[in-house]
């Protein structure tokens, strides 16, 4: 049971414009979220992070959208650049105790010059 | 190190064989965190440590995994007798503050696969 998902495995942007990750989660309970982004053969690196009592948090060009309502996030990344290219991962915190995160399947995501 | 260390980097195994996967924290880490990536898939959750201890383990799939963390650093991941479909990354992360997961360091990972 995936409870938390990404419907998009890859996305292609051209190069300044504006990228939207999508994210979805089941668990109404959870209250903290991440993205995280990989590039290949490499571990995955924080990017940024919202807490349910926002709706939107920003840094530079990321920027992520919380719909508590709908259990949707999504990551804006504007202007893109082709240095964003690279597999984003969506997690929610499942405790505060422990730090545990569940993360979605991943989007990849190309950036044309 | 500045960052998580992970070794090996890549592992070639034969079925039925035992492997260990090394994890070398940020120094001054206490808490400790086991993720593996299958092929096209999210990464999923294995087993947590603070300090020495394991508080949460129930991401291991089955009896053949097991972890260890000694001195309160370097944790090592044994899969006994592996399967196919233990063919994976093998991810380590580590973390200065309990509970604070947008603080999880990541290393590059073990590269497992399993002939």
């Known amino acids: 049971d995936q409870q938390v998902k990404q419907n998009s495995p890859s996305l292609s942007v051209q190069e300044g414009r504006i990228s939207i990750l999508n994210c979805d989660y089941t668990?109404?309970?959870?209250?903290?979220f991440l993205w995280y982004k990989k590039y290949p053969a490499e571990g995955p690196t924080f990017l940024i992070s919202?807490?349910?009592?926002?709706d939107k948090n920003e840094d530079g060009r990321f920027t992520v959208f919380l719909n508590k309502s709908a259990k949707h996030l999504s990551l804006h990344i504007v202007p893109s650049q082709p240095g964003d290219s690279a597999v984003y991962f969506c997690?929610?915190?499942?405790?505060?105790?422990?730090?545990?995160?569940?993360f979605g399947q991943g989007t990849t995501l190309q950036v044309k010059p | 190190g500045a960052g998580v260390s992970q070794s090996p980097s890549n592992k070639v195994t034969e079925k039925g064989k035992d492997v260990e996967l090394r994890c070398d924290p940020i120094?001054?880490?206490?808490?400790l965190y086991w993720y593996r990536q299958s092929l096209g898939q999210g990464l999923e959750f294995l087993i947590y440590?603070?300090?020495?201890?394991?508080?949460?383990k129930s991401g291991l799939p089955s009896d053949r995994f097991s972890a260890e963390r000694t001195g309160g650093s370097v944790s090592t991941l044994t899969i006994q007798r592996t399967q196919q479909e233990d063919s994976a990354v093998y991810l380590c992360?580590?973390?200065?503050?309990?509970?604070?997961?947008?603080?999880?360091?990541f290393g590059p990972g073990t590269r497992l696969t399993v002939l």
């Open positions: 997690a929610a915190m499942v405790s505060s105790n422990t730090g545990k995160l569940i």
């Open positions: 668990n109404s309970m959870f209250d903290y």
């Open positions: 919202i807490s349910s009592i926002k």
């Open positions: 120094s001054g880490h206490t808490a």
């Open positions: 440590f603070q300090g020495n201890s394991a508080p949460d």
């Open positions: 992360a580590s973390n200065s503050v309990r509970g604070l997961g947008d603080t999880q360091y």
